[in-house]
């Protein structure tokens, strides 16, 4: 219990571990007054060519984020659960990096798959929490998140660590960055301290323990957080949670939206209207929503309860999104009695294939 420091679970701790996190993760890569990126591990990783991510569970989910920023800097940038990727069926060369997005390092399905890649001549990449790991030794190249050991099973710190380091690896690949990039990658730290302190996550969540599901959305950057959010709802409450990208709501999973299935959507940046049209769908069948959003003023006469986080860019609002979410299944995984830090059935790092 020592090393809960004054916390109830490792979860609840290493969720308010996040800012400490992304500042180890920033340090000494980016430049303040250059508006520049620099990961030194990478100085030597050249690549032209198109990247693959590879990845399994939460870090699936960073690797999805990672893949749009790449793909937004005009890098082709494709993405695979790494126990369905076949170096047969999709397209590897020695322009190829492949990415292996794992936060232990020792996933079997992801070292595998970077097995896969090297023996077909692409480069291949770790992106990884734990030095000296099975991918840290595998791959021609690694990168560290920085985010510090984590013993919740569900992964929190390592998850927004990951999207931060992608964030950097994007404006590495692309050689592309600003003062305005660089200045949000800096302020994400007193961002998230901001959704810690203010949440008021724990009161939705005590108003939606009894659910009978829950389903999360959101569109673009939002849509891996949605992903993200019904994961970690599933593994430590033990409740039905599904996450879609908000438009494919009216393509099925309508038919299960009623008055006992809370609908949480991701409404942050710019383009919020599409997302706000989903949820006058699932209002119109009498589902709670509750908003996690940077527009209060927008949106909370359309919801029933707003988490509110602050602006951090459409890229970056979604970072902050994701704490919120955290803090929801986390009390209600704790309102239900759960085993949080060691739910049933689920190991941290998964060795079998
Ligand atoms: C296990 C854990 C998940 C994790 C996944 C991938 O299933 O329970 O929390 O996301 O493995 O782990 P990795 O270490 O490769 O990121």
């Keep these: 219990d020592a090393g809960k420091s004054g916390y109830d679970h490792y979860m609840l701790k290493e969720i308010h ?41 939460t870090s ?35 322009d190829t990096l492949v990415v292996g997005v794992t936060q232990s390092g020792e996933t079997a399905d992801t070292m595998s798959a970077l097995r896969a ?32 050991p984590e013993i919740g099973v569900a992964a929190t710190k390592t998850f927004a660590s990951q999207q931060v380091a992608l964030a950097m690896l994007s404006s590495v690949l692309s050689e592309e960055s600003s003062m305005e990039f660089v200045e949000r990658l800096r ?37 891996p957080v949605a992903l993200e959010g019904a994961l970690k709802m599933k593994e430590i409450t033990y409740k039905h949670a599904e996450g879609f990208a908000a438009g494919e709501l009216k393509h099925g999973p309508l038919a299960l939206v009623t008055e006992k299935t809370p609908v949480f ?39 029933d309860h707003v988490l509110e986080v602050p602006s951090a860019g459409s890229r970056f609002t979604p970072i902050l999104a994701n704490i919120q979410l955290q803090l929801v299944s986390y009390w209600v995984a704790n309102r239900m009695g759960r085993s949080i830090d060691k739910p049933r059935n689920l190991a941290k790092s998964v060795t079998v294939e």
């Design 265 to 303: 959507a991701m409404l942050t940046g710019s383009d919020i209207s599409k997302t706000l049209g989903n949820v006058k769908e699932v209002e119109a069948r009498s589902a709670p929503v509750v908003a996690v959003t940077d527009s209060p003023d927008t949106v909370s006469r359309y919801v």
């Design 17 to 57: 571990e996040q800012p400490t996190a992304i500042r180890k993760c920033l340090r000494e890569r980016v430049n303040e007054l250059e508006g520049s990126v620099g990961v030194e591990e990478l100085s030597e990783l050249e690549c032209d060519g198109p990247v693959q991510f590879v990845a399994c569970g």
């Design 187 to 223: 302020d994400l730290p007193d961002q998230i301290q901001q959704v810690l302190d203010g949440s008021q996550a724990r009161g939705v969540a005590e108003a939606y323990e009894d659910s009978d599901a829950y389903f999360f959305i959101g569109r673009g950057y939002n849509a």
């Design 60 to 94: 699936y989910h960073a690797a999805l984020y990672g893949a749009r920023l790449l793909r937004e800097r005009g890098i082709r940038a494709q993405c695979f659960l790494a126990s369905e990727y076949d170096v047969g069926m999709v397209p590897v060369s020695s």
């Design 117 to 148: 890649a090297n023996r077909s001549g692409a480069t291949t990449l770790a992106l990884t929490n734990v030095v000296g790991s099975s991918a840290a030794r595998e791959c021609d190249h690694v990168m560290y998140i920085r985010a510090g």
